[in-house]
């Protein structure tokens, strides 16, 4: 499993070759998420992954402890992923660094 940062997310998210999944609540998902995004929360996110291992699978939670616990946990299973490091509060605060 590798991470990327924030600032990296916007290329993934840019050039469309990814999936994206936010594993944050659908509330939290509705107020703000990255372009592109799915909005699959924890444990739901099996079905829209069916057949997709050949696609890289990008994961961001909150703070990203969670992404990266599912990125192992898919990687075991054979899935290409990275978790974004620091999670969605690194992406909304990734200008500033």
């Given at each position: 499993m590798e991470t990327i940062s924030a600032?990296?997310?916007?290329?993934?998210?840019?050039?469309?070759?990814s999936m994206?999944?936010?594993?944050?609540?659908?509330?939290?998902?509705?107020?703000?998420?990255?372009p592109g995004a799915l909005?699959?929360?924890?444990?739901r996110f099996r079905g829209e992954l069916a057949?997709?291992?050949?696609?890289?699978?990008i994961l961001y939670c909150a703070r990203g402890a969670l992404s990266m616990a599912v990125a192992r946990d898919l990687e075991e299973k054979g899935y290409q992923t990275k978790s974004v490091v620091g999670g969605f509060?690194?992406?909304q605060n990734r200008r500033m660094w």
């Open positions: 600032k990296e997310l916007d290329r993934y998210a840019a050039d469309g070759r994206i999944i936010d594993l944050r609540s659908r509330k939290e998902f509705a107020a703000a998420h990255v909005n699959v929360p924890q444990g057949g997709k291992q050949a696609v890289p699978v509060r690194a992406y």
